[in-house]
């Protein structure tokens, strides 16, 4: 059972440009969230997701980004017209449906760099 | 919101010492309260995790306590190990039918002394 792939590991693009995460959960997970990190730093709440569905937006920024999971497919982090300050890493978690205390499991995360 | 702090942000500790961690939540609608470790370029990885209806697990060198009353939660490991050098989170959740996000300390980055 593969683990939480997210893809690409690295990223590199210009000011301006689109960035476009991805992330495939674990078999049978159908909860996603999306974290960012800063270096040295812990990790901020950005989304939560189910399929189809957006939960919890909370730590979402504004403006620029935006989250799916969509019925089919990985759920997809995008950032707009990215600045300096989105470089980050940005780390997607998965768990099994609740209604219990299911864990989650992260993947290895994607480096953004904004040059 | 559920607000979660954590100390130390550093600790040093000599090999084959104890090292604690200690945690503070907010929302006493806390339930859930997992610990994550970290290494250089990786994601984070559950290492032990701990339920509101509990006080204290343990799991080899490692242990949680909860405090409830005082929302207070703490990560002990003991007889450390070079490799058990990394950063530790901290994280707690309100696990209902409906899930809900999981909030995360700041972080302590432990090292091991030979």
């Known amino acids: 059972n593969a683990g939480v792939m997210q893809n690409p590991r690295h990223l590199v693009r210009r000011r301006g440009q689109e960035a476009r995460l991805r992330c495939s959960p674990m078999k049978g997970h159908s909860h996603v969230y999306w974290y960012r990190q800063l270096p040295e730093e812990g990790l901020k709440f950005m989304v939560y997701l189910q399929k189809e569905n957006i939960i919890d937006e909370s730590g979402m920024p504004k403006e620029r980004f935006s989250a799916e999971f969509p019925k089919e497919g990985p759920s997809i982090l995008r950032i707009q017209q990215v600045v300096r300050g989105d470089s980050a890493a940005y780390f997607c978690?998965?768990?099994?449906?609740?209604?219990?205390?299911?864990?989650?499991?992260f993947g290895q995360g994607t480096r953004l760099t904004v040059v | 919101g559920e607000n979660v702090e954590q100390h130390p942000s550093t600790l040093s500790v000599q090999e084959g010492d104890s090292a604690v961690i200690k945690c503070t939540y907010s929302?006493?609608?806390?339930?859930?309260f997992p610990w994550y470790k970290q290494e250089l370029g990786k994601g984070p990885q559950l290492i032990i995790d701990?339920?509101?209806?509990?006080g204290e697990k343990k799991d080899q060198r490692i242990a949680v306590t909860l405090n409830k009353t005082a929302k207070h939660f703490s990560l002990h490991i003991t007889e450390t190990q070079p490799e058990d050098s990394a950063v530790y989170f901290c994280?707690?959740?309100?696990?209902?039918?409906?899930?809900?996000?999981?909030?995360f300390g700041s972080g302590t980055r432990l090292s091991i002394r030979p």
């Open positions: 701990i339920r509101s209806n509990v």
């Open positions: 994280a707690a959740s309100i696990k209902e039918s409906s899930a809900s996000k999981i909030i």
């Open positions: 978690a998965s768990s099994l449906a609740t209604g219990g205390y299911a864990e989650a499991f």
């Open positions: 929302d006493s609608a806390s339930n859930y």
